[in-house]
């Protein structure tokens, strides 16, 4: 059974950071891509940044500088490094895994940014 669990989220005042982590379970997870996204009500889900399996990464503009993407495929992890946040960073974010054939996604981590 494939599990992706995330973890990190929380409250945090603007201009802080928090590390999210993304644990996955049942893949073979240096095969597959991982991307972070978010979402706020009502709203779509939005690509925030990803990694390759060889560890090469791409963010959006928005976040461009201020987060950082990796992975440790030995501990079958990936870990975005959000610093200087805003409020617009509050949202739930979400990771999802995929290969050519197969994709997952997590339930997701709250993180909310304000004072």
């Known amino acids: 059974q494939v599990q992706l669990v995330e973890s990190g989220g929380g409250l945090v005042q603007p201009g802080g950071s928090l590390r999210l982590s993304c644990a996955a379970s049942g893949i073979t997870f240096r095969d597959y891509i991982v991307d972070w996204y978010r979402q706020n009500p009502g709203e779509q889900r939005d690509l925030v940044a990803t990694?390759?399996?060889?560890?090469?990464?791409n963010y959006a503009d928005s976040v461009k500088g201020r987060f950082t993407l990796s992975r440790d495929n030995a501990k079958n992890t990936v870990y975005l490094q959000m610093n200087s946040l805003q409020p617009e960073d509050t949202a739930v974010y979400y990771c999802?895994?995929?290969?050519?054939?197969?994709?997952?996604w997590g339930r997701g981590t709250q993180v909310t940014v304000s004072s």
């Open positions: 999802y895994v995929r290969s050519r054939v197969r994709n997952y």
């Open positions: 990694v390759t399996p060889g560890g090469d990464t």
